[in-house]
């Protein structure tokens, strides 16, 4: 066996992409697939004969890799077989105009098929001979929920007993672990005989296995299946054909193919990687958030700024070419950027007074730029005056830049170089004691949550964390923590919120604000009393907790009546956890654009989802005064 | 044991209900419903306190019948139940501001619970006797997903043995039928231990049980599950207490309040009517679509009169005071409303050319009248001119008017009475041989699927059927027929679609009519092939069908070539089942807005959801060009 050759060809099933079939495939050509699997229904729904389907595909440059699928075809009785293999000699006539040389064969769900793996055998032997004269070969499937074969080691000992050339296995990775079947064996396999290899991972659910297939499949890195082991087996095999997504899912049915598709490929190139393949830079160590910056003009820039002044942040200096300013706190960054024929002019023209970039901290700016790159990112330069510093940037997938911090060579920040800093700016400004920033949540349209678990998991080496689901008064939101591996000090946590209802604080965000965007800041203080004492609250527009909230808290948590006093006079939430406590407030919206929170955290890993609720309510009684 | 009053006092949780606790009030009260359920969280973010939630509901005229819930309370550990204790007091004090009298305990759900129903009755008779000291009662439920108490049998063997007068049982329909619960036994349970009575209905879905609980409940009728079954046993045991709502359900949290609570208030008069309490007249026996009328103006009307005289139609008549014309063929009348000042033209006005009412043919308008008032829907009375029949009418929820057309007392037909018919009209125009009106589908929004149904269910007795899902090329539409009872030869046949997908044609058809309607009209021929031939295709605008769906179609059901020759020639789309074959041909959309089919039906049940994909890719790829 000769070892199999990096990158693995990339292909994508037309089923998993939004449109008609020139769209469909038109997107896998943009984003850069080598090839396609044809779903049936693209083609009959296609008014053209197969012939200008394969002349479509050849012009964009794609591969017809598979023609799927042949349903209930072996293991039935005599008369009914003897149709299925007239039905599948219409189905070469098909595939020799199409230009397609394999056909997916699934096992057996018919009520009627019959439980004889010899019989089996046989049927597909008869039908890979008669693929095998007209030059095609047949690969053989386990469906999850067939009526006999279920297990990819059923379908793998019908096909070793069928012993035809033209007859080989189809591994698919949903169909294995979603009945937690083992990979025990599948690195055996020989790896002629797998003759291709479609991947899915999938949110784990508990439903029945037929729905949870059809409706929530997604790509690799945006579930929780195992698919970096299943794709390791099968690399580990010897395995040299394409990797292919096939994806039922009904977001995707309903989302830009191109986006989609884009998706698509960054997670099987990830996905390659993790398993063994051809393998990307190492992911960044990422060592905290080292700025936020506001896009602003200047009326919303002076608001900001007096809110910022009110929550303990002082004034530290100006950028030396632009109409930038920097505020500081502890060894919190934030920048209010009014340049106009910038990128953050452009994000204000687009969202209003938001956040337009992230400055991450990493230990190597230049391989974090090179993974970006080969996942296909979008970097970004901003124009930089004399001795201002270079600092590589990508675009997440909602336009916000990504800036990558790489201290190791700089003989002094980028605050130094960029900026002039005010002469009380040389030592730290401790304010009202805010330290550090604790977390930045995104508010996403719904059908976009799998899209940056996947940048965030791809990209960054960051990790999902469980969905929790809060009651806003007008309809629930989702939230995934998107957190920095290990233990840091320093961790980078991206909660991600989406929501249905338009009526909810993070839809209406997510419509008013024409995208996604950082909708909620938290700031940590070691000392949050002191830091609420020490800041004018009316001022800095903290929010109000409803006194019931406090007499629950009470009841739930047997705390004692000094601190629930401390804590209802503050408007301080509560919630704790094994590891520690948590202890946070919020302020009243900005323009309805984002809020901030103040959070204090004794070892505690949450958010304080069980409070987030309170928030919304408070928030929307606001706004509905 | 006293008879029962009916009708029932009705109730609503607050958790139901969208928005804060003021507007969930209010909708509740708006709607007409006696009581409410205070939803623990609801309080908890209310800011105000629950003296003042208790002046507001009283304002309103609502009774706050029920605190809930308190959880995880009985079979603890003795130190755990002590604090279990001091919480329920804590509660009680809330209860006693609040005015509720009575609070829900929900049976133990912790890993910890005790497997003990003596010690589960010794600690609720505890809890009981420290409620009847303050006045209060407390009401035991079984969770479905319980530590140990699953069952109402579970539940009323506690209840029994705790034997506290200040403790009852409260029963919840969802609880019992998700578990597929046995109610044998129900209606013997002594009416005054059974204190409370929740009431949901869900789809039927194999998840587990506490996510269906938690996200798909609905209310009485829109669902699977047998809750008149359930209802009727309560009303058999002597329950004289409150029926009352309890439904989570994402598409309610989001929904505006007024409108799910009034869906809520008509599930429960139509739920007490089914199971024995207050009678509500008997639905009317449908006997077909009596006409479809259009809104138009001058411009369209003239347009869609070309478009029915090519598949046709002729016309028949011009109404006798407004600018209103009769179309016929076979028993089938259409009507084009142009009139100023009238219901069409406000529709027209919101929706453009548009289906703005329907005639159904009822053995009595005056029964069906009474049943949809009592029902709370809305009636509408046009004005008429001398010697034009009255005929009663309904909005349907999206404003959409039936028409109830009674001809028992009437010498002479309502198109003999309002319309100047045209000399050639006095006979039958068969037309092109179509002959009735087989079935027309609305589109609606995705999250008022449930409220049609019940609507259609419950104010003419219409039967839901199975939901199907069709790939439209831009996302998933959901399809739900509903369907008149029994086997008339004349069937009135609504189909329902709705998609999350705003890409999807019933998607975009919702956004650009401003709501909800008729987007799809079936017209059946006894004859189609020769309807077919008797047309000018070109100008009926049929929809063509690709080729490679013939190609299929042949392979997959074996049709001799003669038949699949004649179907490809006419762009026949073809089905059948186990009753017989259906034949179908659909026509392109008429701005946008409606497009017609065309139908051949013996014996067959369905509506050809295998051929509705490839429709759906057609007219995509009409739009699309």
């Known amino acids: 066996m000769t070892a199999a050759r990096y990158p693995l060809p990339k292909s994508i099933a037309t089923v998993s992409l939004s449109g008609t079939l020139p769209e469909k495939l038109e997107a896998a050509a943009a984003a850069g697939f080598d090839g396609v699997e044809i779903f049936e229904n693209d083609l009959l729904h296609f008014d053209g004969s197969p012939a200008e389907v394969r002349r479509m595909a050849a012009d964009l440059g794609l591969q017809i890799l598979l023609y799927q699928p042949l349903r209930d075809f072996e293991a039935m009785s005599g008369d009914v077989f003897a149709r299925n293999l007239a039905r599948a000699e219409r189905k070469f006539d098909v595939m020799a105009q199409l230009g397609a040389e394999m056909v997916l064969v699934c096992s057996n769900v018919q009520e009627a098929a019959i439980d004889d793996p010899a019989r ?10 008669a693929a095998a004269r007209r030059g095609l070969r047949v690969g053989y499937e386990a469906l999850a929920w067939g009526r006999h074969v279920r297990r990819w080691q059923q379908a793998w000992e019908i096909v070793q007993r069928a012993d035809h050339p033209a007859l080989g296995l189809v591994l698919d990775s949903f169909h294995t672990l979603s009945l937690d079947d083992s990979l025990q064996g599948l ?15 999938a949110p784990r659910l508990s439903m029945d296995v037929l729905s949870w297939s059809r409706h929530y499949r997604n790509f690799p890195g945006q579930g929780d299946l195992p698919v970096v082991d299943f794709a390791r087996a099968v690399l580990q095999a010897g395995y040299a054909g394409p990797l292919s997504l096939e994806v039922f899912n009904d977001d995707f049915r309903a989302a830009p193919a191109r986006l989609t598709a884009q998706d698509g490929l960054r997670s099987l190139i990830w996905l390659e990687s993790e398993a063994g393949g051809a393998p990307l830079p190492a992911p960044p160590v990422l060592g905290g958030v080292d700025f936020v910056e506001f896009a602003v003009d200047y009326v919303a820039g002076r608001e900001l700024a007096q ?6 942040f002082a004034h530290a200096g100006r950028h030396r070419s632009k109409a930038v300013d920097l505020y500081r706190q502890g060894g919190i960054n934030l920048i209010l950027n009014a340049e106009q024929d910038s ?52 675009r997440s997938p909602d336009g916000m830049l990504f800036h990558l911090i790489d201290d190791r060579d700089a ?12 002469a009380s700016a040389q030592a730290v400004h ?8 604790d977390h930045l949540a995104q508010a996403l349209p719904a059908n976009r949550l799998d899209s940056f678990v996947l940048f965030y998991r791809s990209v960054f080496g960051m990790q999902p964390e469980a969905v929790h689901e809060i009651a806003d008064p007008y309809g629930l939101v989702k939230s995934r923590a998107m957190v920095s591996p290990g233990q840091h000090v320093q961790h980078v946590r991206i909660p991600l919120n989406v929501s249905e209802s338009g009526r909810t604080a993070t839809g209406r965000f997510v419509s008013a604000y024409a995208g ?14 002191q830091t609420l004492k020490a800041i004018d609250r009316s001022r800095a527009a903290m929010l109000h907790v409803p006194d019931n909230y406090y007499d629950d808290v009470a009841a739930r948590l047997a705390l004692d009546d000094g601190l629930l006093g401390r804590l209802q006079r503050l408007d301080l939430l509560y919630d704790r956890d094994a590891l520690g406590e948590f202890l946070h407030a919020y302020t009243e919206p900005f ?3 984002f809020f901030f929170e103040l959070v204090q955290r004794a070892g505690y890993l949450g958010y304080g989802a069980a409070n987030a609720a309170v928030r919304m309510a408070a928030q929307a009684q606001l706004r509905h005064g």
Chains 1, 2 share one sequence.
Do not use: N
């Open 120 to 129: 089996a055998a046989a049927d597909l032997r008869q039908m890979a001979e």
């Open 187 to 201: 690195d055996a396999v020989p790896a002629d005989k797998i003759f291709f290899v479609q991947l899915a991972d």
């Open 307 to 312: 809110r910022l002044e009110s929550l303990g």
């Open 343 to 394: 990128a953050a002019a452009e994000h204000f023209q687009l969202h209003g007074p938001s956040v337009c970039a992230i400055g991450l901290k990493v230990d190597d700016a230049r391989r974090a730029t090179a993974r970006a790159r080969a996942l296909l990112c979008k970097e970004w330069r901003e124009p930089v005056g004399p001795d201002e510093r270079v600092i590589p940037a990508l």
């Open 411 to 422: 003989d002094r920040s980028i605050y130094e170089s960029d900026f002039m800093l005010d």
């Open 430 to 437: 401790h304010g009202a004691g805010l330290c550090a920033i």
């Open 516 to 529: 996604s965007g950082v909708h909620h800041i938290a700031f940590r203080s070691d000392r949050i009393e």
């Open 591 to 593: 323009h309805e654009r």
